[in-house]
């Protein structure tokens, strides 16, 4: 007699007990090592007389078994191969799962299992990622302590999973809300502190190297650094060099506009806000300045980009981390005002001479600088009105562009052009420099900005596709003009008296001489597009080639046209023609027009050339920008890794190592404070502390974002309960890095990005041996509410759960219609008919599995048709055994419906055959079902246990079929198809084709003109 574990009841084994090919059970491994003898639990008593196939009756009673026996715990590192498989960690919700949630653990544990059968070391964990703001705003609402939510969620988590049979190893269950773990999140966060980006090396170094080359020389050899001698550095107080450090360190404190999420009550990182909105609470941002912490993402950012050449992640993934790092080369440059140089950065630095006017950020620090008196009010009511929009609105391009005049000028370093200097909403602190140097002529933002407030718009880029208009108001040109054009071939329309000309590029020249001779005096005719020109009269031609220009141009026009004089400029002018507004503007890179000595420089030159002489003169120097920045860590809440820094008046201090972890008070509110501070801040037991040398201190009261935690735990689970380091090296480097990775591509400018930037800070600072965390991505597609339409969502009453399902059809059935109900990564609606389908295919296996083996005597055609079944069955195990790897688990399925039917439709088999493809069967089934696989696989006495058996191996040559179908086509159409032995050669197979009764209607008597066989494809005949 035995007592199963989990409260069962006393079962007594029906099977005979024998040892398996691999190990048992984890447990018997390690006792079997140190000699002791292997002990199992018995094989589960279950009611076995009834064939019928009740998954009830038997799913519970072998999970209990296998949890038991520690059937899936992993081993350490040792010699087999390792595949390391894994899911985003969950953050466990009230909710429970839902049958979407199981859309990527499900293929993930076939997976898992596959690869276990394959003979390797499989490590497949699951922890909780408890810290955040879902947990902690449901204790609040709770009155509860947030860590026994998250006990409670991930019990229930954990009694689903083991409903669907999920293979984790629960030994390395971890926990992010833990002190155990938590610890080291703390310690990686010092290693970041405590590290710098030295440029030159192109990684991260201890922060003791930085303050060595300090003392000794200053920052004279740091590209880019703010000019500090040696002599300055060591006459620097303490707190003095401490926040010098903090331009440098990976980890680092400084007051900044933040993403403020009202409701959370807690800052957001960029990465947090959609649409301007929070992630979570939905709520639109504010901004708010508040001193943070921050890691220095910025610093991996090439790093970032190039290394994912290196893995196997999906294109849209790769796209999006690299459109967020938003990656751009081109120059800083400097344009005076009365409050000093201010710096902008431009990819574009050929357009300079188009620059028109500036545009600062509404926070930017020079905009208090430089708002003259009489406009200073209505410069702050702007900022105010701006500092409620979120940047999503800000940006939008269907918002009407608005902005105020400061009063102040700039002057263009380029030309010496004063030009105004505007506040926008549209220019974000955030990117950039906060400022830009506005180009009306190529810009479109600039363009529809500069229309509405009258602001000067000058072409200085040549359009690339030639195109070049000009309207002929009538009564401007004396008659004839028309003729004039027709005999130059010059194109044109006449619509009312007007005529709207279209000129091709090589006729511009001879259109210009038209022009002259047929303008009437007190008129005239302009050119846009390629050229842009005023034709006043013979000789009097105006080139809209400056702002100087545009005055004088805009001048003339309204001295001689009363209806053009509320005109401002001379594009705003233009633009109300409707017919040229095609023209006007375009941000194509081409020659360079109207930019002095730059003028007819081509386009792919431009850039390069323009820079160049920037830096020759002083005015500017090439640079690389990001759109990424760095990455804001603090949250003010309680529920959260506290950050180790203790603050004082002599500067910061980080938390000694061996004083981690920084635990968590015991609380007794968790509200959120309405400063803005976390609630840590109103305990003074944690935040009140002594220094070692008696000083009074701080604790720092922010607490890290989530992020922090899954930052890094998928190195946690190579090695999850040690307490001495925050893993051993020798698992690490075995486990690492994670082979598969499955989860949400919501995830792919946060967790992801994340999670890359730790995994090269610690890299880089010697702890692990790989740059990339992740080798392969997958992400799961969502299953849809029935409808189709909607979200699965407790809110609307939609939501499956797996406990229903597998009250009504079983764990198996789920499993199966998980992976069989679409392409992985495909959003598809939730079919309850579907999942019946595949609940009969498990029975119609399960019978068939079962039966009795009745074959018929052999006879003449049994050799054959054992053939034809061998070569199926190698075939689906070829074809069964990609997909899995391929993550095609929907054609797994359907491959496997085909061999079942093929296993039953067989006639004439030998014994050994049908019993080889019987046990191939369920050995394939194994990954997908694997409760009824084991169940089967006990009624048939086999040893314990299915899953620590062998995978099937398929021989190429059997899985190679004898006959091949080839399609015959007629001159391009399908006429026919042939059946032929592999083997038939060329000439075979053309006088076969030639032969079929349907290629002869459609020759018709006459001889083809060719012939062409594609081996083992299709034939192709023409006929003339």
Request: proline share 6%.
């Amino acid at each position: 007699m035995a007592t199963e574990k989990n409260g069962t009841r006393k079962t007594t084994a029906t099977t005979k007990k024998t040892t398996a090919r691999q190990p048992a059970t984890r447990k018997s491994t390690t006792r079997a090592r140190k000699g002791e003898p292997a002990a199992r639990s018995t094989v589960p008593a279950i009611d076995r007389s009834s064939d019928k196939y009740i998954p009830q009756t038997f799913e519970a009673q072998w999970e209990t078994k296998w949890a038991a026996d520690e059937l899936y715990r992993t081993t350490p590192a040792d010699e087999r191969p390792k595949m390391y498989v894994l899911d985003f960690y969950p953050y466990p919700s009230g909710d429970g799962l839902s049958v979407g949630h199981c859309r990527n653990y499900v293929p993930t544990d076939a997976l898992s299992r596959y690869y276990r059968m394959h003979g390797y070391n499989v490590l497949h964990p699951m922890g909780w990622d408890a810290f955040g703001l879902p947990a902690e705003n449901a204790a609040i609402k709770m009155k509860t302590n947030p860590a026994k939510l998250i006990d409670q969620y991930a019990a229930n988590y954990k009694r689903q999973f083991r409903l669907l049979g999920i293979s984790f190893d629960w030994s390395r269950e971890i926990n992010s809300s833990k002190p155990e773990y938590y610890r080291w999140t703390q310690w990686i966060f010092l290693q970041l502190y405590n590290a710098w980006y030295d440029p030159r090396a192109d990684k991260a170094r201890p922060i003791e190297t930085l303050e060595a080359e300090l003392a000794d020389k200053g920052t004279r050899d740091i590209p880019n650094a703010e000019l500090l001698t040696a002599e300055q550095w060591k006459a620097m107080d303490r707190k003095a060099r401490q926040d010098f450090l903090g331009n440098f360190r990976l980890g680092y404190r400084r007051p900044a506009v933040v993403n403020w999420d009202p409701v959370d009550k807690t800052v957001l990182a960029n990465e947090e806000v959609v649409d301007g909105r929070g992630w979570r609470s939905g709520a639109l941002v504010e901004k708010k300045t508040l001193m943070q912490w921050f890691f220095r993402i910025t610093a991996y950012a090439d790093r970032l980009i190039a290394d994912m050449d290196t893995i196997d992640w999906p294109e849209h993934i790769k796209l999006m981390q690299r459109n967020w790092i938003g990656r751009s080369e081109g120059a800083e440059v400097d344009f005076g005002t009365d409050a000093g140089d201010l710096r902008i950065f431009t990819t574009r630095p050929d357009t300079l001479w188009g620059a028109t006017f500036m545009v600062l950020s509404p926070e930017h620090p020079f905009v208090e600088k430089l708002a003259t008196p009489e406009h200073k009010p209505e410069v702050e009511a702007y900022v105010a009105r701006a500092k409620l929009e979120s940047e999503a609105e800000r940006t939008a391009e269907s918002k009407e562009k608005t902005g105020v005049f400061t009063g102040a000028y700039a002057t263009n370093p380029v030309n010496g052009e004063r030009i105004p200097i505007w506040v926008a909403d549209y220019v974000l602190m955030g990117y950039g420099t906060g400022a830009i140097m506005a180009v009306p002529g190529h810009d479109e933002r600039d363009f529809a900005f500069a229309l509405k407030f009258g602001l000067p718009i000058i072409p200085v880029i040549e359009r690339t596709d030639g195109l070049t208009k000009s309207f002929a108001l009538g009564g401007t040109m004396r008659e004839g003009f028309a003729d004039a054009l027709r005999a130059e071939a010059i194109p044109f329309e006449e619509r009312h008296g007007s005529l709207y000309i279209t000129i091709p590029p090589e006729k511009v020249e001879h259109y210009i001489d038209i022009a002259q001779q047929y303008v009437v005096r007190g008129a005239w005719n302009e050119i846009v597009g390629t050229r842009w020109l005023f034709i006043f009269g013979p000789g009097e031609v105006m080139a809209l080639d400056s702002m100087a220009s545009d005055l004088s141009i805009l001048k003339r026009c309204h001295a001689l046209e009363p209806n053009v004089r509320g005109k401002r400029t001379v594009m705003e002018m233009l633009y109300a023609v409707e017919f040229y507004r095609d023209a006007l503007f375009h941000a194509d890179y081409h020659t360079m027009i109207n930019s002095g000595r730059f003028s007819g420089t081509p386009g792919n030159e431009a850039v390069r050339r323009v820079t160049e002489w920037l830096e020759e003169i002083g005015k500017g120097k090439r640079r690389v920008n990001y759109k990424l920045r760095d990455w804001g860590i603090s949250r003010q809440r309680y529920w959260g890794t506290p950050i180790p820094v203790i603050h004082s008046d002599q500067g910061d201090y980080a938390v000694a190592e061996d004083q981690l972890p920084v635990k968590l008070p015991d609380v007794e509110s968790y509200e959120p404070t309405a400063t803005g501070e976390s609630p840590l801040a109103t305990i003074p037991k944690f935040v009140n502390v002594t220094l070692p040398d008696g000083t009074p201190g701080r604790r720092e009261t922010d607490t890290m974002g989530t992020f922090a935690c899954s930052s890094w735990y998928y190195m946690r689970f190579s090695d999850p309960h040690n307490d001495k380091a925050l893993f051993s090296k020798d698992e690490v480097s075995y486990w690492l890095p994670v082979d598969t990775y499955v989860g949400g591509a919501e995830h792919a400018v946060m967790h992801l990005l994340y999670s890359r930037f730790w995994t090269k800070v610690l890299y880089d600072l010697g702890h692990i041996p790989f740059i990339e965390p992740f080798t392969r991505l997958r992400n799961q597609g969502m299953i849809l509410a029935p409808d189709g339409k909607e979200k699965m969502s407790k809110s609307k009453g939609n939501v499956v759960t797996p406990d229903e399902v597998v009250a009504e059809h079983g764990g198996d059935a789920l499993r199966a219609y998980e992976m069989f109900i679409s392409d992985f990564e495909q959003a598809t609606p939730w079919s309850t008919a579907g999942l019946g389908g595949t609940y009969r295919w498990l029975r119609k296996a399960w019978e068939l599995l079962l039966a009795p083996s009745d074959r018929r005597a052999a006879d003449a055609t049994t050799a054959q048709a054992d053939r034809d079944l061998r070569r199926i069955m190698h075939k689906t195990i070829r074809k069964v055994s990609h997909d899995i790897e391929g993550f095609s688990f929907n054609t797994v399925i359907s491959t496997l419906m085909e061999f079942t039917n093929a296993i039953g439709d067989a006639k004439n088999v030998s014994d050994a055959a049908y019993e080889e493809a019987r046990e191939t069967l369920l050995l394939l089934l194994a990954p997908v079902a694997p409760f009824m696989a084991e169940e089967v696989w006990a009624r048939k006495g086999r040893p314990y246990s299915i899953h620590q058996q062998k995978w099937p191996k398929y021989d190429e040559k059997l899985a190679a079929d004898d006959v091949m179908v080839l399609p015959i086509q007629v001159n391009g159409k399908l006429r026919d198809r042939i059946e032929l032995p592999v083997t038939a050669s060329e000439a075979d197979v053309t006088s076969a084709a030639l032969k079929a009764e349907n290629v002869q209607r459609h020759l018709a008597g006459k001889s083809p003109s060719q012939v062409i066989y594609v081996p083992k494809r299709l034939v192709s005949i023409v006929v003339k």
